[in-house]
């Protein structure tokens, strides 16, 4: 089955720095690429996404590249900001091999953390 | 306001009890989800449901039940033959299952201390 590797675990970066997330999958069958952030005590949030046909995708300060022939994605955070520090999940979706419907396999996470 | 409430945020279990966790929204999503997140892992499914009176095995369903008797409740049981319970519990919901391309909404987590 997938499995997504995630990297690193913890992430520091001085305020207005740029942070760079990277996560790998294993199956070339996944075709759409969710980032989601989790801040302290919530649930996570979808932050942004991209599908297997695009190589990437802006909103604002945060960006995602998608290489399918490497089979890895990275979240890109510019001119980063204290309420940025929370932790990050990157997700595969991937076909299940028991039916036909399809599934999220999730990183470990990121705890990104923005110092002063 | 629309969303998904669990509760409770905090449950404490003795050893060898069944305890519920409530999942509700109010988005009108067809399909509904329970995850289990560990330190230092990444969420886990545990069940998840495509329609009212349907729900299939996630990854790490033992131990664990769930019913789905109206669209808006999906109650999680975790039984007394889960060996390691101690965790925290996120339930998710999305417009329609469909291939998976919806976005997961998530409610704010129960997190379940076995005594």
């Known amino acids: 089955g997938e499995n997504v590797e995630q990297h690193p675990s913890t992430l520091s970066v001085q305020e207005g720095d740029s942070a760079v997330i990277k996560c790998t999958y294993s199956?070339?069958?996944?075709?759409?690429f969710p980032w989601y952030k989790q801040e302290l005590g919530k649930g996570p949030q979808l932050i942004i996404d991209?599908?297997?046909n695009v190589g990437e995708k802006k909103d604002q300060r945060i960006a995602v590249t998608l290489n399918k022939t490497a089979k890895h994605f990275s979240l890109h955070i510019t001119e980063t900001q204290p309420e940025d520090s929370a932790v990050y999940f990157c997700?595969?979706?991937?076909?299940?091999?028991?039916?036909?419907?399809?599934?999220?396999?999730w990183g470990a996470g990121t705890k990104l953390i923005i110092k002063p | 306001d629309g969303g998904i409430t669990q509760s409770p945020k905090y449950l404490f279990r003795k050893e060898g009890q069944n305890v519920t966790l409530s999942c509700e929204q109010n988005?009108?999503?067809?399909?509904m989800y329970w995850y289990r997140q560990d330190p230092g892992q990444g969420l886990r499914l545990i069940y998840y449901?495509?329609?009212?009176?349907?729900?299939q095995k996630g990854d790490i369903a033992e131990g664990y039940s769930v019913s789905r008797e109206k669209k808006e409740s999906f109650p999680l049981t975790v039984t007394s033959a889960q060996k390691n319970p101690t965790a925290f519990y996120l339930c998710?919901?999305?417009?329609?299952?469909?291939?998976?391309?919806?976005?997961?909404?998530f409610g704010p987590g129960t997190r379940l201390t076995v005594l």
């Open positions: 998710a919901s999305s417009i329609s299952p469909g291939t998976g391309w919806n976005e997961q909404f």
């Open positions: 988005l009108n999503h067809d399909a």
């Open positions: 449901s495509q329609i009212v009176n349907d729900f």
């Open positions: 199956d070339s069958a996944s075709n759409y």
């Open positions: 991209i599908r297997s």
């Open positions: 997700a595969a979706l991937n076909p299940r091999e028991r039916d036909s419907n399809y599934q999220l396999i």
